[in-house]
Nanobody
Framework: QVQLVESGGGLVQAGDSLRLSCAAS????????MGWFRQAPGKEREFVAA????????YYSDSVKGRFTISRDNAKNSVYLQMNGLKPEDTAVYLC?????????????????WGQGTQVTVSS
């Protein structure tokens, strides 16, 4: 079992920045690829970003590429999402997830462990 707890969400204005954190416990964190997803009301959960076990490879959705940065600190069992240039359409619950597969995936079905999420609201 892997337990994941997100933090760092909040209410900000368009153009502002936020840094989300996800703290993991329970298993060896460096054995897992990590992903950030988001879900807005009435919409499906969508991929935002992912990072490989070592942190050497990162992946982003087209909608956040160039604005968001995913990183991890295996010594602290944590993964982060730095969000710059926030837009109202970024408003959603942001969730982190862990995946033990060899390759990094964008699909939610690969991720076996999920946090409860943190709300990000961007006003215009």
């Amino acid at each position: 079992q892997v337990q994941l707890v997100e933090s760092g969400g909040g209410l900000v204005q368009a153009g502002d920045s936020l840094r989300l954190s996800c703290a993991a416990s329970g298993r060896i964190f460096s054995n897992y690829n990590m992903g950030w997803f988001r879900q807005a009301p009435g919409k499906e959960r969508e991929f935002v970003a992912a990072i490989s076990r070592s942190g050497g490879s990162t992946y982003y959705s087209d909608s956040v590429k160039g604005r968001f940065t995913i990183s991890r600190d295996n010594a602290k069992n944590s993964v982060y999402l730095q969000m710059n240039g926030l837009k109202p359409e970024d408003t959603a619950v942001y969730l982190c997830a862990a995946d033990r597969a060899v390759e990094v995936h964008r699909e939610t079905s690969w991720y076996g462990y999920w946090g409860q999420g943190t709300q990000v609201t961007v006003s215009s």
